[in-house]
């Protein structure tokens, strides 16, 4: 760092060119309050006072819904597929089980029955694809 002949380094923060020193107050009953901590929330911004100059001075304000249910839906589906998952494991263990420690003939009853077991799975994945699909098309926005 070097210092300028003649100037004391008071130290804190650089100033800013334009700063902000017009301040103006108002009141607001609590039903008006709260109506106005909604729309700030809904906004997303942090500082309320940027949110009134953004209103004030018709600046873009962004509002940021979060749908809870929306959320709730995609984490059940994710768990959904871990399911899957797990049991894709489970099958391959269970037929490597079934081919060991049987003959072929009950080997093949008990394969013929997993089959069945697995063609109802892959029925249920395709409704849990269609719901899934139906359901970005009706409520999600793109």
Known sequence: MTIKKGI???GGRKLKP?????RYAI???DKDNAWFLSLVEASGMEVKAHFITACIFEKPVKVVKIDKGT????MRLTNFYGQFRAIGVNYNQVTKAIKNNFSEKKALAF???LEKA?????????QVMDLTREFEE???QK
């Open 8 to 10: 004391k380094h008071k």
């Open 18 to 22: 334009d700063p902000c020193k017009h």
């Open 27 to 29: 009141s607001l009953n």
């Open 71 to 74: 959320m709730d839906f995609y």
């Open 111 to 113: 394969l013929s029955q």
């Open 118 to 126: 697995t063609l109802e799975l892959v029925a249920i994945n395709k």
């Open 138 to 140: 009706k409520w999600l």
